[in-house]
């Protein structure tokens, strides 16, 4: 069975920006370190209100956000998603607008996604 592994490990992102010196009156440019919380993100981003979840769409993203923390707890850095799982993952993501340079690495682990094989669980 083909499943994809999301990789939702914590990150830093540099951020790099233009100030104007309160001394001098001069622009300067500096950096930023965000720490950002993978697990955190995934939830934010799956409960948006601008996805416009149905109540049934409400629930199945959470029953996949608690997917995330479980693994999480249980000292994992990545999780296997069924197919189905992961389309919806997708989906809701290409929902959302307004992404920007702290977004980019856990859109791109949504996205790319490697696909594994999935031992199939005993019914």
């Known amino acids: 069975m083909q499943a994809r592994k999301v990789e939702f490990t914590d990150y830093v992102v540099s ?4 100030r104007v010196n309160q001394v001098t009156g001069k622009f300067e440019d500096f950096t930023v370190d965000r ?9 934010q981003h799956l409960y948006a209100n601008s996805v416009g979840h149905s109540a049934s769409e409400l629930m199945a993203a959470s029953e996949l956000v608690k997917k995330f923390y479980s693994a999480k707890e249980s000292g994992e850095t990545s999780l296997l998603l069924e197919t189905a799982e992961w389309d919806m ?8 607008k307004g992404f920007g340079e702290v977004d980019l690495v856990m859109v791109g682990r949504i996205l790319n996604a490697p696909e594994v094989e999935m031992e199939e669980k005993p019914k």
Not at 35 to 43: A, D, R, V
Not at 89 to 96: A, E, M, V
């Open 89 to 96: 993952l997708k989906r809701i993501i290409n929902k959302l």
């Open 35 to 43: 720490p950002m919380n993978g697990c955190l993100w995934l939830k």
């Open 15 to 18: 951020l790099e920006s233009t």
